[in-house]
Structure formats: structure tokens, C-alpha cells
């Protein structure tokens, strides 16, 4: 499981993390939903050590992560594969170099069985036959689900999505939705989604929960979310910008 305990960031004078606090169960789907600019991607980073906090810890399998040493850290990061918010593909790189980068750097595998994981995991994600192609030949669509082949590629425990539709119009919003719950039942994965897309968020969560001024104020399934009467919570998954925002309890920690 992951465990965040008290976490704190800020950069400069604007603090983004105020004591966090969140448990993250094996094999959940879990979204963390909150305002555009909150700190949503910054705790996704924290997750996978790309941040260290100020202070507060991270724990992954019962491993700090914030105390690792370099070492420690690169073997737990191969715990997680990663959807970027822009896919981030190599332009100079074909489909199959960019699916096969972490394969041909932290592995010992044959060209042949990377080259058979590949087309693997291009199958997945209903891309096959594009190994040769490049990004520039992909719409935005397609490099999320290129992207997605990647992040799966090393078998992660934890997939990690960054705003997975942002940018992509409803139909395919919703393939890459499918994609995300195939990817949970099928794999049998740990998925971490940050969004706003709150038809993203119902569809692909078991549990949501809402980052708001730093720390986690709600938590509960996509029913509890529609249901509650939080004031900060109700408007944000109802779109609704009109009236005085009313204060939200904190709760400091969940399960």
C-alpha cells in the first residue's frame, strides 16, 4: 500500500501541501480530484519520488521513500509505471523505442522479449501494428494510449495517471477511461488518477477524494461524492461557481 503521512511543500512563499495525509490500499482505484493550480500533480509526484517533501513521509510498501537513498529509490520507482499529462514521448524515438525505454535500461532481456512486450502491451491499449510509427504521426488520443503501453511495460504494482484526458474531446476521454479500468481488473494494479473531469473520475474510482488548500478535506466513492454535503466538495463536482464558499472540515487522515 501507500501511506502519506503530515506531508508539507511549498515552493518559495506559496505553500501547495499542508499536512497530507491519505492511505492508499493494494489494488484500489483511487482519484484525487481538487482546483486546477491545488497541488494535485505536485502529491503524484511525491508518490513517486520525483518531489521530496519539506517534510512528512511517504511510505510504499512499507518502505520510506523520502529516506531512501539513491539506490533504494530507483528499485522502488520500478514499482510504478506513469501516464504523463502530455503522454511525454520521445519525438526523436519510434512507438516501439519509446514502449521498450525502460525494458532496454532496467532489464536484461533479449531484443526478442522486448520485442514481444511491446507488442504486448500495444495490444493492451488497442495499438497494435504502430511500432514503427512516430509521435508526430499520433494523434493526442494515441499518445495517451502509447504512453499508457510505456508506463505498464516494466509490470508496475501502481499505475499513475496525470490528468489522463485533459485534451482529448469526450469519445476518446471515454476510451481512455475504459482503458484505465481495463488496466485496474485486468493487471491487477494499484491506480492512482489526479483530475478534474469529474465523468472521468465517476467512471474509473472505486474511492475519490479532494485535495483543497493543501490537504485531503473528503473522502468516499463516487455515490458519497455526488451525495455530499460539503459545501467546497458539492460545488466543485457540480461545476457550480455562484455563492460564498463555506469553510469544509478537515479530516487529517484516511483509509
Same mark, same amino acid.
Given at each position: 500500500?501507500?501511506?502519506?503521512?503530515?506531508?508539507?511543500?511549498?515552493?518559495?512563499?506559496?505553500?501547495?501541501?499542508?499536512?497530507?495525509?491519505?492511505?492508499?490500499?493494494?489494488?484500489?482505484?483511487?482519484?484525487?480530484?481538487?482546483?486546477?493550480?491545488?497541488?494535485?500533480?505536485?502529491?503524484?509526484?511525491?508518490?513517486?519520488?520525483?518531489?521530496?517533501?519539506?517534510?512528512?513521509?511517504?511510505?510504499?510498501?512499507?518502505?520510506?521513500?523520502?529516506?531512501?537513498?539513491?539506490?533504494?529509490?530507483?528499485?522502488?520507482?520500478?514499482?510504478?509505471?506513469?501516464?504523463?499529462?502530455?503522454?511525454? !514521448?520521445?519525438?526523436? /524515438?519510434?512507438? %516501439?523505442?519509446? *514502449?521498450?525505454?525502460?525494458?532496454? $535500461? +532496467?532489464?536484461?532481456? @533479449?531484443?526478442?522479449?522486448?520485442?514481444?512486450?511491446?507488442?504486448?502491451?500495444?495490444?493492451?491499449?488497442?495499438?497494435?501494428?504502430?511500432?514503427?510509427?512516430?509521435?508526430?504521426?499520433?494523434?493526442?488520443?494515441?499518445?495517451?494510449?502509447?504512453?499508457?503501453?510505456?508506463?505498464?511495460?516494466?509490470?508496475?504494482?501502481?499505475?499513475?495517471?496525470?490528468?489522463?484526458?485533459?485534451?482529448?474531446?469526450?469519445?476518446?476521454?471515454?476510451?481512455?477511461?475504459? !482503458?484505465?479500468?481495463? /488496466?485496474?481488473? %485486468?493487471?491487477? *494494479?494499484?491506480?492512482?488518477?489526479? $483530475? +478534474?473531469?469529474?465523468? @472521468?473520475?465517476?467512471?474509473?474510482?472505486?474511492?475519490?477524494?479532494?485535495?483543497?488548500?493543501?490537504?485531503?478535506?473528503?473522502?468516499?466513492?463516487?455515490?458519497?461524492?455526488?451525495?455530499?454535503?460539503?459545501?467546497?466538495?458539492?460545488?466543485?463536482?457540480?461545476?457550480?461557481?455562484?455563492?460564498?464558499?463555506?469553510?469544509?472540515?478537515?479530516?487529517?487522515?484516511?483509509?
Amino acid at each position: 500500500m501507500i501511506e502519506v503521512h503530515d506531508l508539507h511543500k511549498s515552493f518559495g512563499d506559496k505553500l501547495v501541501l499542508d499536512g497530507v495525509n491519505l492511505t492508499i490500499e493494494t489494488g484500489e482505484s483511487i482519484t484525487i480530484i481538487g482546483q486546477s493550480g491545488g497541488g494535485k500533480s505536485v502529491l503524484l509526484k511525491h508518490l513517486v519520488g520525483l518531489l521530496a517533501p519539506d517534510s512528512g513521509n511517504v511510505i510504499i510498501d512499507g518502505q520510506n521513500l523520502t529516506r531512501a537513498r539513491r539506490k533504494q529509490l530507483y528499485e522502488i520507482r520500478k514499482k510504478f509505471g506513469v501516464l504523463f499529462q502530455g503522454a511525454a !514521448l520521445f519525438d526523436s /524515438m519510434t512507438v %516501439e523505442d519509446n *514502449v521498450a525505454l525502460g525494458l532496454r $535500461t +532496467h532489464t536484461d532481456k @533479449s531484443e526478442e522479449e522486448i520485442a514481444e512486450r511491446v507488442k504486448y502491451c500495444l495490444h493492451l491499449v488497442n495499438m497494435d501494428d504502430t511500432q514503427k510509427l512516430k509521435p508526430a504521426e499520433l494523434s493526442g488520443g494515441m499518445k495517451k494510449r502509447i504512453g499508457l503501453a510505456r508506463a505498464i511495460a516494466m509490470e508496475p504494482q501502481y499505475i499513475l495517471y496525470d490528468e489522463p484526458t485533459t485534451g482529448l474531446d469526450p469519445i476518446t476521454a471515454d476510451a481512455i477511461n475504459d !482503458l484505465i479500468v481495463t /488496466m485496474n481488473r %485486468e493487471l491487477k *494494479v494499484t491506480t492512482v488518477v489526479v $483530475t +478534474h473531469d469529474m465523468v @472521468s473520475a465517476y467512471k474509473v474510482s472505486n474511492r475519490i477524494v479532494m485535495l483543497y488548500q493543501g490537504k485531503i478535506i473528503f473522502s468516499g466513492t463516487p455515490k458519497e461524492t455526488q451525495e455530499t454535503d460539503i459545501d467546497i466538495v458539492h460545488r466543485f463536482v457540480t461545476g457550480e461557481a455562484d455563492g460564498k464558499i463555506g469553510k469544509s472540515p478537515v479530516i487529517t487522515h484516511y483509509r
